[in-house]
């Protein structure tokens, strides 16, 4: 019996749009992972190699970064916030579409920064520093992980940098979007030590991509 392979995957909103594709790449999980009710981490698949994990989806990076999870499944912002050398994402799995953005008050009140100097609530503090250091602005992020549309009414910052998809999150809380930082898509992200020595690794990346070049020829 070979060793066994760990697939990670995120456990929120990507999950439903991956499963298919997962499955049409040959990676499909026992029925129990469809059971919202079960506590269990952990599930066994189709695949009598291949165990199933779900866990956040920054701690997907993680545990494939390290080599804990040797394959998985993720969005390309939290792969662009880590940025880890050990971990290669081969293959744009094109759902999980949405945009990383800077927003603020849409009435334009805001805790006043200096222009060289901003402070920025975000739970991409790498990706904003950079976005701002790009432009010769210094940026202070307060870190948070989740609910940041919250921030800048309370004071804890003039802006944020958060995902956004239709939008609606960003007007619900009276902010607006200021500038475009990238587009985001969900990747299929390998560990590079992995792809090197286990043959299957690179077979999983190769079924894959040949899912992905399925549907846009069907498209
Ligand atoms: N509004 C959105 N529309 C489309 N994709 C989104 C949206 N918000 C987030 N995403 C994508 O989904 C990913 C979050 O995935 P998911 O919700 O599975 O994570 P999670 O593990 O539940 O997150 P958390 O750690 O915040 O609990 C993001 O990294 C991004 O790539
Ligand atoms: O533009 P929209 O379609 O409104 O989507 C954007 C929202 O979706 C994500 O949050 P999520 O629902 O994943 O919750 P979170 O704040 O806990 O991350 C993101 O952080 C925004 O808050």
Redesign the pocket.
Known sequence: MPSPLTFAV??????DEALPVMAAAGVVPEDAFHDKSNRSLTFATTREDMALIR??????ATFVAHGAAQIGI?????VEEFAYSDLYAPVDLQI???HLAVAEPADGIAVTDRVSHLRIAT?YPNITRRHFEARGIQAECVKL??AMEIAPSLGLASRIVD????GQ?LKTNGLVETAHIMD???RLIVNRAALKTDARIAELVEAFRATRAAADKAA
């Open positions: 995120p456990k929120g909103r990507i999950l866990v956040r989806a920054f701690d997907v993720v969005g390309s912002d939290v999980g579409h949405c739970k992980n989740g995902l956004v998809s239709t999150t985001i898509t969900a």
